[in-house]
């Protein structure tokens, strides 16, 4: 075949209308591809033959506008890109886009005119689907319903956009059982009718095909509903009664569990889902999950107001507060961790670092309403171990000396050498108090000093060691010290520029104390400053142990085990990222991911072995304590595989629980690089939990 005839074959499949026209208003056609019958419904001989030429294709009100900018284009660089409407040999409009450029005449002009029409008919429909949906995400998000608690009503306003958003006859809303045994209808409205209906139930039992496929999945886009696998079992009893060909159901998430449905349904001819269409579709779902959320919250703060009375209500909503604001926590402190070892400018640094300081406060603030909610259950444990007090003291200091140079305030340490080196307390909790005594004696002292001493008191056979903080500010006014150490208690002081915590500080800090058989108190004068002094029984222990000092750590920025190979088994998108994106960062571990603890047991059974899984505790499916104990059961090398648990809850009953399950670590969430760094070393070093 000659190269002009291959040329010629090429010319005529193009999927569009390649042309050579006169450089004329009317751009006479002398040659055009193919394909030009499929795009206008002309053959090439009609077109080529017609004296109208290619301006006689363009709807009227758009010729004279295209002209101009071809000529404006030739004039500027002798070519140009246009976008308009066609008339098509039925009549029809349809929208297409044009390149051409132009053929010099020898002149300084331009004789012809080549190009290429194509058909975007597809990405108009697009934008136009994608700007409806985004008007309609608008309304939804911004409707007074939303996070007012009514969810039947708010359901009837989600539902409408629903229907008209996608050209659908019914759209509804069904939510889950606690055990998600069933699907009730909530809302479901009829478009043709404008009415709406609540009736139906259906169960898992019934229908196990289509929960599994709700369960293992963000959405199910059925565009043959009576044939699909996932959704044919509704055929008989539900969508040929109805006429329905088509289904889109999205899954309504609330903390990662499936808390229900929005449901779209077609009655029209076999209908293929786009994937913006599905995106919109999530996107009304997750509305609807905030307004769950938003009335559960409601309803919880009504239950807390009519139940304050009972300490066993408050402490029960603060711990599950905590522990649904990790997870997401974990996200926001996770990904701007990965952003700050980008590449960024001193303008979004500085973002960050806010982002990365909120996010701090916020965990302080979660922990302060976790530690109470144990103490006042009777379920905050110590864990008194040989401590340096001495390094725990130097430790502190040099936290805290950056915040003092900033406030102009000298902070002075004076230990007495009556003091034993080792005692046996509970470091962590010490720590804790005097965190909480010297950041308030810094937040609320403007100017002069903060004094930390630390002695012995000795008093026969209740000899006790102390220790004081001191500060210069304004001191404490009688009718404020009686009630300092009551919880939610917040001082107003003109020293610390506004800045409030929860009001637990210092209740936490005495309770503590008196946990480790010691006391809190205050002296202060309005003027003069305040003292606050920590007392605690004497445990001293003679053998050499070091403790209290932050043993030496290698940087996990600088650590590279590409070898390794990890699973990270997290059903929440967020978090999952999080944890794949810190292990290629930081490490060079290119680590596989499972959605639920069925994927990550199928992917060990196909061979696959791990030196390390990463296991979320709370999944659909199967959670991370039953897919440990179901690992523990595979033969080695695989059941012997190291798993560290990932969860929300810090309470001691929840780590015994995974450790019961046989899980090797236990993270908290939120973590950061460290937290993971610790768990990669263990392994490594093959150190156990």
């Known amino acids: 075949m000659s190269d002009h005839a291959t040329q010629t074959m090429m010319f005529a499949r193009l999927p569009g209308m390649a042309y050579r026209s006169l450089n004329d208003p009317e751009r006479p056609l002398i040659e055009v591809s193919g394909k030009v019958e499929a795009l206008t419904g002309f053959s090439a001989a009609r077109l080529t033959g017609d004296a109208s030429g290619l301006a006689g294709l363009i709807q009227p009100r758009d010729r004279d506008r295209v002209w101009r900018q071809i000529q404006e284009g030739l004039a500027h660089d002798g070519c140009f890109d246009l976008e308009y409407r066609i008339i098509t040999a039925d009549g029809g409009v349809k929208p297409v886009q044009e390149h051409g450029e132009g053929v010099p005449d020898g002149q300084g002009g331009w004789r012809e005119l080549v190009g290429f029409v194509s058909d975007c008919s597809m990405r108009v429909a697009q934008q136009e689907r994608l700007e409806l949906a985004h008007r309609a995400i608008v309304r939804a998000a911004e409707h007074p319903l939303q996070g007012a608690g009514d969810i039947q009503a708010y359901a009837g306003v989600l539902t409408r956009l629903l229907s008209d958003t996608l050209h659908v006859q019914f759209a509804g809303i069904w939510l889950m059982d606690t055990d998600q045994s069933s699907l009730a209808q909530l809302c479901v409205y009829d478009r043709q009718t404008d009415s709406f ?98 009335r559960d919250k409601l ?46 400018t001193a303008e979004q640094r500085e973002y960050l670092d806010v982002i990365a300081q909120s996010g701090r406060l916020l965990l302080h603030i979660i922990n302060d309403i976790l530690d109470y909610s144990k103490i006042e259950a009777g379920k905050l444990a110590l864990n008194p171990q040989p401590c340096n007090i001495a390094d725990l003291l130097h430790n502190l200091g040099r936290q805290f000396q950056s915040q003092a140079n900033a406030a102009g305030l000298q902070l002075q340490w004076r230990i007495d050498d009556s003091l034993p080196t080792l005692l046996r307390c509970d470091a962590g909790r010490v720590q804790q108090i005097l965190v909480n005594l010297i950041g308030n004696a810094l937040k609320f002292t403007r100017q002069g000093s903060v004094r930390i001493h630390a002695w012995l008191q000795e008093s026969g056979e209740n000899t006790r060691w102390c220790i004081s903080v001191t500060d210069s500010g304004d001191g404490i006014e009688p009718e404020l010290l009686g009630r300092i150490f009551e919880p939610f208690e917040q001082g107003e002081h003109p020293a610390a520029g506004g800045e409030k915590g929860t009001g637990l500080g210092l209740a936490i800090a005495r309770s503590l104390a008196q946990l480790m058989q010691g006391t809190l108190e205050v002296v202060s004068e309005p003027g003069k400053g305040s003292v606050f002094t920590l007392r605690l029984p004497l445990a001293e222990v003679a053998e050499s142990v070091s403790g209290g000092a932050e043993p030496a750590r290698l940087k996990p920025e600088r650590v590279r085990l590409p070898g390794m190979n990890i699973l990270v088994v997290e059903d929440d998108d967020t978090n999952r990222k999080v944890i794949l994106g810190m292990l290629d960062r930081y490490f060079g571990i290119r680590a596989d991911s499972a959605v639920n603890g069925l994927d990550a047991l199928e992917q060990m059974a196909s061979g696959r072995c791990y030196d390390l899984i990463f296991m979320d505790c709370e999944m659909p499916l199967m959670d991370g304590y039953e897919t440990t104990r179901r690992i523990r059961t595979l033969p080695a090398p695989g059941g012997q595989t190291p798993v560290a648990a990932i969860s929300a809850h810090a309470l001691e009953e929840m780590k015994a629980k995974a450790f019961a399950a046989g899980v090797n670590y236990y993270v908290t969430k939120p973590f950061g690089q460290e937290e993971l760094f610790q768990v990669i070393r263990q392994v490594r070093d093959g150190a156990g939990s």
């Open 299 to 344: 309803e919880a703060m009504r239950l807390l107001n009519e139940e304050r009375g009972s300490i066993r209500a408050r402490n029960d909503f603060m711990a599950r507060l905590s522990h649904e604001i990790r997870t997401p926590m974990n996200g926001v402190l996770g990904m701007t961790e990965l952003l700050q070892h980008t590449v960024v």
């Open 197 to 294: 209906t609540q009736s139906l139930t259906l169960a898992a039992a019934d229908y196990p095909d289509y929960f599994a496929a709700l369960m293992s999945g963000r959405a199910i886009d059925a565009a043959d509903a009576r044939h699909d696998p996932r959704t044919c079992e509704f055929r008989e009893s539900y969508l040929e009664p109805h006429g329905i060909n088509a289904m889109l159901d999205a899954a309504i998430r609330v903390n990662g569990k499936i808390v229900g449905i929005v449901c779209c349904e077609h009655t029209g001819p076999v209908r293929r889902w786009y994937a913006d269409e599905i995106s919109f579709a999530g996107e009304i779902a997750d509305q609807m999950a905030q307004s769950l959320i938003s």
